[in-house]
C-alpha cells in the first residue's frame, strides 16, 4: 500500500481481555516501530524492529506486552489481560535505513478503550 | 532511560506572532527529528538534523541542532492558524540505530 496500515482503527474492550494490533509497514521499510500515545500525551517508545536483528523491546511496559514481526513485513501488537491503563492510541510506524533523512512514517494508530 | 523533554508544554500565540519551541535531552544524541501533529492526526515528518550546530530552514520554520547535540530547537515566524498541532522532537542515540525517542511536546494554538 501507499502509506503504513494499521487495524483495527479502534478497538473497545472489557478489562481482562486479550487484544491483538495489527500493522502493515511500508513496502520495503526495514525498521518498523511501536510506540504508545494516552490522551493528550507525548509517544511513549515500545518496541523497535530492525531487519533481521533481535527487536529492541526496551519499551515495553510489563510482560503482558509482545510484539512480533514477520520478516519486513506485518507487525502483530499483542497486549494480554488487558488493564485500564493500557487504554490509548497505539501508533505504528516504518522508515528506511538507509534513506537520506530515516523519517518516520506513522499509520493513523489503533485507539484502544478498556473498560 | 534516555529523556527528552521540551519546553513549553503548552503556548498559546497571536496569529502573526513567533513561536519557539526547545528540546532537551539528558544525553548526546545522534541525531534528531522534528515531527508536527494535527489535532486527532499522526505525527509527520518535518526534518532531520545531524550536524552539531545545524540550522535549517523550511519557509517559516528554523531547526537548530546545538553544538553538544543535547539539545534543539524549532522557531516559527509569523505563525498562522494552519500552525496549530503538537511539535515534537525525537533524538537517536547512536549513529546506525534507528531507535528514537520522542520528546514530551509542544502544543501550539494559533488564535486569529
Known amino acids: 500500500g501507499a502509506g503504513v496500515s494499521q487495524s483495527p482503527s479502534n478497538k473497545v474492550t472489557e478489562k481482562g481481555k486479550d487484544v491483538e494490533l495489527r500493522c502493515d509497514p511500508i513496502?520495503?521499510?526495514?525498521?518498523l516501530y511501536w510506540y504508545r500515545q494516552r490522551l493528550g500525551q507525548g509517544l511513549e517508545f515500545l518496541i523497535y524492529f530492525q531487519g533481521n536483528s533481535a527487536p529492541d523491546k526496551s519499551g515495553l511496559p510489563s510482560d503482558r506486552f509482545s510484539a512480533e514481526r514477520t520478516g519486513e513485513s506485518v507487525s502483530t501488537l499483542t497486549i494480554q489481560r488487558t488493564q485500564q491503563e493500557d487504554s490509548a492510541v497505539y501508533l505504528c510506524?516504518?522508515?528506511?535505513?538507509?534513506?537520506?533523512?530515516?523519517?518516520?512514517?506513522f499509520g493513523e494508530g489503533s485507539r484502544l478503550t478498556v473498560l | 532511560g534516555q529523556q527528552v523533554m521540551q519546553i513549553p508544554q503548552y503556548q498559546h500565540v497571536q496569529e502573526g506572532e513567533d513561536f519557539t519551541t526547545y528540546c532537551n535531552s539528558s544525553?548526546?544524541?545522534?541525531?534528531i527529528q522534528w515531527y508536527k501533529q494535527r489535532p486527532g492526526g499522526h505525527p509527520v515528518f518535518l526534518i532531520q538534523l545531524v550536524k552539531s550546530g545545524e540550522v535549517k530552514k523550511q519557509k517559516r520554520l528554523t531547526f537548530q541542532f546545538g553544538e553538544a547535540k543535547k539539545n534543539s530547537s524549532l522557531h516559527i515566524t509569523a505563525t498562522q492558524t494552519t500552525d496549530v498541532g503538537t511539535y515534537f522532537c525525537?533524538?537517536?542515540?547512536?549513529?546506525?540505530?534507528?531507535?528514537?525517542?520522542f520528546g514530551t511536546g509542544t502544543r501550539l494554538k494559533v488564535l486569529a
Open positions: 513496502s520495503g521499510h526495514t525498521a
Open positions: 510506524a516504518s522508515s528506511w535505513t538507509s534513506g537520506p533523512t530515516g523519517e518516520l512514517f
Open positions: 525525537a533524538g537517536s542515540l547512536r549513529a546506525g540505530t534507528y531507535k528514537y525517542i
Open positions: 544525553t548526546t544524541l545522534s541525531n
